[in-house]
DNA sequence: CCTACCGATCGGTAGG
DNA sequence: CCTACCGATCGGTAGG
């Protein structure tokens, strides 16, 4: 808290009090700006009419591209929103579980549809997010790789994996 | 400290340094067990004379299972790293990264004798060992799914997407 | 928004 | 391995 009232130049940690009723606060204000920017990106995609594996690439690419262009957001909606507590951290994980559902209903339509080769569908769900979600920790805005290259790259790949041959 | 020092039945957190010499030892000790683990697991499959798309597999099993039998370990290995601090941190680092390399070094081979589709090797790697890794947050020793299926799940969609058609 | 301060907690040590 | 304790740090408050 110290170190967040240097940055606004303030004198002292108590100044930040005049402003914010605790450090929770902040945290849970961040987990929901993230899952604000990946809902705000994903609904466009689930309400276009188009086939499942274009659905599931497009809402691929977006919800990448949401990690890449708030990499701070993204640890806490990852891994800080661990340090909420009830009933913020409840409410916190069902929005996620919400938006992940939506991910989940995208393989289950590709699968109901034939469009994708059999596979177990929350394992398939949890294995295309966690690859995503990785990029928190390993993607760096001025590195070799640019954000949509990578996107583009992790969806083509995935993708391919789905599809019936 | 003090928690660990109860769990051991010591009275006060002070009896805990009659053994060790400090906080960071434990972190250190837990970080080279789990890498110890992973190279053990990985070695015997790097020796064999098989194909490349069958010793991705059977790496990505052995992988997995190390994950699923040190869940504990595997914080400490993926997560808990970061409160070491140097020269121990370059150190862990590099032995994680020397681990990483072994299995570019997989999908190189399988790229270089075409048994794999082109990608790019560098982000195939991040997200195979992505999608492994992300099981330390999901898996559930007592889940439906068993360690081995999840494991055969996961090498047999991996491979499936990387193979050529 | 500043100054001064509080109580709790933490890793670790002294001395036995 | 125990008792007693230290200095640093933390989130937060009182009073202006």
């Not at 606060?25 to 086939?51: K, Q, R, T, V, Y």
């Not at 559902?101 to 289950?108: D, T, Y």
């Amino acid at each position: 808290m110290r170190e967040i009232a240097d940055e606004l130049d303030m004198k002292g940690g108590g100044s930040l009090y005049a402003h914010i009723k605790g450090k929770e606060d902040l945290l849970w204000g961040i987990a929901n700006e993230a899952a604000d920017a990946f809902f705000a990106a994903l609904e466009p995609i689930m309400a276009c009419d188009l086939s499942p594996d274009q659905k599931l690439y497009n809402a691929m690419v977006a919800h990448i591209l949401v990690i890449a262009q708030h990499l701070g957001a993204a640890a806490v909606y990852f891994d800080e929103w661990r340090h909420l507590t009830e009933p913020r951290r409840s409410a916190f994980l069902q929005r996620r579980d919400d938006y992940e559902r939506l991910f989940q209903a995208l393989i289950h339509d590709g699968l109901a549809k034939g469009a994708f080769a059999p596979v177990d569908e929350r394992i398939a769900t949890l294995n295309i997010l966690s690859m995503m979600n990785a990029l928190r920790h390993w993607y760096r805005p001025d590195g070799r790789l640019a954000a949509q290259d990578i996107a583009a790259s992790i969806a083509s790949m995935t993708l391919n994996g789905l599809r019936q041959r």
